[in-house]
């Protein structure tokens, strides 16, 4: 007799992600209905919330800017996940700064209950590890979020922040480190603990043309997550824009450099501007003000 067992799927007990950028305008990338992208994305997550019945960490940024409009607000207070908890990101901070905190929009919806601000992890702030964020049914997992800019490999020169593996060993006593700033999506483990970087929940500029926006399932039996792409519209993010941008600088660069080649600065702004005219092709209208000017 062969007996059917019935599959038993597991229940995360937390969805990891960050950097929503929430925001009224387009990006100059997005040729598609961004604001479209923007509250479907918002509305899976909440959809996979209300499925799995667990906590949202969300690690900073929640706005693009620290003022959002009266519409985006109510937006968010009518799209956000229940159980939302997230930190300040320096978009969400006037001046990026956490003494300036009661000013933004983010702490508008911390006040009205639609989003709880933890303790700490906020941007620019120390880490106490004293104060580790703990979900009731599991003590014994200490949580960190943090909007920090965490990294495996350097993403431009000169970034400050940290490598993946290096906040692991510094911060030994957190079991799951969830980091935001950083845009691109990876996890790193050390000794059984996690790190995860979920990324940003929308396209916003060019160089993600081929990125898959996610969230993580959070398991903390194991300490192990488990992605979800988030749906997205696709061929709406275009470089035009940047080539638009390449050829009007390499526009300028041959027009300097022909400054160069054509004529030598004196000390008379008057001289310089007679060999300028006769070697280059001036309107008169735009000579004529330029004259005026120097009377």
Not at 22 to 31: A, K, V
Not at 34 to 47: G, N, Y
Not at 67 to 90: C, D, E, N, R
């Amino acid at each position: 007799m062969i007996r059917q067992t019935q599959r038993i799927e597991r229940k995360p007990d937390a969805i990891l992600t960050a950097d929503w950028h929430l925001r009224e305008d387009t990006p100059i990338c997005f040729s598609g209905d961004f604001q479209k992208e923007q509250w479907t994305a918002v509305e899976f997550v909440a959809a996979l919330q209300h499925q799995h019945d667990c906590v949202v960490l969300h690690a900073g940024d929640l706005f693009h800017h620290w003022k959002p409009s009266p519409w985006l607000l109510s937006m968010a207070i009518q799209h956000l996940p229940s159980s939302f908890h997230t930190v300040y990101g320096q978009h969400d901070l006037p001046q990026h700064s956490t003494e300036l905190m009661s000013k933004s929009g983010l702490q508008t919806l911390n006040w009205a209950g639609v989003a709880n601000v933890i303790l700490q992890g906020h941007y620019g702030q120390p880490i106490r590890e004293v104060d580790a964020l703990i979900l009731p049914q599991h003590k014994e997992r200490k949580i960190l979020v943090w909007h920090h800019l965490t990294y495996q490999t350097k993403p431009f020169p000169g970034a400050e922040g940290g490598m993946a593996a290096g906040i692991l060993r510094k911060y030994p006593r957190f079991d799951l480190i969830v980091t935001g700033d950083n845009h691109q999506s990876f996890t790193e483990e050390y000794q059984g603990r996690l790190l995860v970087n979920p990324g940003n929940l929308t396209r916003q500029v060019a160089d993600q043309i081929n990125f898959r926006p996610r969230v993580y399932l959070w398991y903390a039996d194991t300490n192990t997550v488990e992605p979800v792409y988030i749906p997205i519209q696709e061929g709406v993010i275009s470089r035009a824009h940047l080539e638009v941008k390449e050829q009007r600088d390499s526009r300028i660069d041959a027009f300097v450099s022909g400054l160069n080649k054509d004529w030598a600065a004196d000390l008379s702004f008057e001289q310089n501007l007679e060999k300028f005219k006769q070697t280059n092709i001036v309107r008169r209208s735009v000579l004529d003000l330029v004259y005026k000017a120097i009377g």
